[in-house]
């Protein structure tokens, strides 16, 4: 891939405040151009975006944050990640800059949000990309399916649990590059590197553990269950591009129905590619994104 036609290969770090919680996010310029938000998963950063910033910032003024308790946003006060105060954040940065409308591209809990958001606010948004974004995994659905005290309990344990949790120490970043290898197989080592070196922060003892906030892990118990989740997807209005990759639990969906509930919808899927299909398949994403943004 060519670097930007300006030659500058990387964005500048910005700050915002939402819940009194101090948020970061990258900015890759190009202020005159038409705004593209770039929002990424769970126990994710916005540098993983890097590659297909680089693709778009000469067409777009690309902004990519990190969610609350990720990269190098503040965690939580009281370990709380929930999806309307994820929402809640988006809402406040799109608001601080004065982004809308604009185009939103995003990636699974990221995905999940954005659409949320675009049910919220439909006027808000003029495209919008979810790349695997609407579908929560099978376990967690039956957990929600659980009556509340049941949930509650469950949510109260995985808590405590993870208290105790030791968040795993890496000797080199070669390390703790392998172990993201091994979450996402169709990585490079190259890709792999860059993620990891964006994605850990150096300990005292000169180890490396990574970034997001380990409170992040459990599910809190009060969760939008299908229909609540269907019901705010059926208020989005603009043009949706659903992307799911062949080989990923979040299956197509357009085979159950999943997105039938947005009007304007499209779905594309991609071979060879598992959950991350902007990393899986970066050149046929890329070819599909920008046809689908461009107006």
Same mark, same amino acid.
């Given at each position: 891939?060519?670097?930007?036609?300006?030659?500058?290969?990387?964005?500048?770090?910005?700050?915002?405040?939402?819940?009194?919680?101090?948020?970061?996010? #990258?900015?890759?310029?190009? &202020?005159?151009? =038409?705004?593209?938000?770039?929002? !990424?998963?769970?126990?994710?950063?916005?540098? *993983?975006?890097?590659?297909?910033?680089?693709?778009?910032?000469?067409?777009?003024?690309?902004?990519?944050?990190?969610?609350?308790?990720?990269?190098?946003?503040?965690?939580?006060?009281?370990?709380?990640?929930?999806?309307?105060?994820?929402?809640?954040?988006?809402?406040?940065?799109?608001?601080?800059?004065?982004?809308?409308?604009?185009?939103?591209?995003?990636?699974?809990?990221?995905?999940?949000?954005?659409?949320?958001?675009?049910?919220?606010?439909?006027?808000?948004?003029?495209?919008?990309?979810?790349?695997?974004?609407?579908?929560?995994?099978?376990? #967690?659905?039956?957990?929600? &399916?659980?009556? =509340?005290?049941?949930?509650?309990? !469950?949510?109260?344990?995985?808590?405590?649990? *993870?208290?105790?949790?030791?968040?795993?120490?890496?000797?080199?970043?070669?390390?703790?590059?392998?172990?993201?290898?091994?979450?996402?197989?169709?990585?490079?080592?190259?890709?792999?590197?860059?993620?990891?070196?964006?994605?850990?922060?150096?300990?005292?003892?000169g180890t490396f553990t990574w970034?997001?906030?380990?409170?992040?892990?459990?599910?809190?118990?009060?969760?939008?269950?299908?229909?609540?989740?269907?019901t705010t997807w059926r208020r989005?209005?603009?043009?949706?591009?659903?992307?799911?990759?062949?080989?990923?639990?979040?299956?197509?969906?357009?085979?159950?129905?999943?997105?039938?509930?947005?009007?304007?919808?499209?779905?594309?899927?991609?071979?060879?590619?598992?959950?991350?299909?902007?990393?899986?398949?970066?050149?046929?994403?890329?070819?599909?994104?920008?046809?689908?943004?461009?107006?």
């Amino acid at each position: 891939m060519t670097a930007p036609s300006d030659g500058i290969l990387g964005p500048s770090s910005s700050f915002y405040v939402s819940q009194r919680l101090k948020l970061h996010f #990258v900015d890759w310029g190009a &202020e005159d151009k =038409p705004p593209l938000l770039l929002v !990424h998963g769970g126990r994710d950063h916005a540098r *993983n975006w890097d590659w297909v910033a680089r693709a778009l910032r000469d067409d777009y003024h690309v902004i990519a944050p990190d969610l609350r308790g990720h990269g190098d946003s503040a965690w939580s006060i009281g370990g709380q990640y929930t999806m309307p105060e994820y929402v809640l954040d988006i809402a406040q940065l799109i608001d601080v800059l004065d982004l809308a409308p604009l185009r939103i591209m995003a990636h699974s809990l990221g995905a999940a949000v954005s659409l949320q958001y675009a049910g919220v606010y439909p006027e808000k948004v003029h495209k919008l990309v979810a790349i695997e974004g609407m579908k929560i995994p099978d376990p #967690v659905e039956k957990l929600m &399916e659980r009556e =509340p005290w049941e949930t509650m309990r !469950h949510w109260i344990e995985s808590v405590k649990k *993870n208290s105790r949790r030791t968040p795993r120490r890496y000797e080199t970043i070669d390390e703790a590059a392998a172990r993201m290898q091994e979450e996402n197989p169709h990585l490079s080592a190259e890709q792999a590197r860059h993620l990891t070196v964006h994605g850990v922060a150096r300990n005292e003892d000169g180890t490396f553990t990574w970034k997001f906030d380990n409170d992040a892990r459990p599910l809190f118990p009060q969760r939008l269950d299908r229909e609540a989740r269907a019901t705010t997807w059926r208020r989005i209005t603009c043009p949706t591009l659903l992307v799911h990759g062949s080989e990923s639990w979040h299956g197509d969906p357009s085979s159950d129905g999943r997105a039938d509930h947005i009007a304007n919808a499209s779905v594309v899927g991609f071979d060879d590619a598992g959950h991350w299909v902007h990393h899986d398949q970066l050149e046929g994403f890329l070819a599909a994104a920008r046809d689908f943004l461009r107006d």
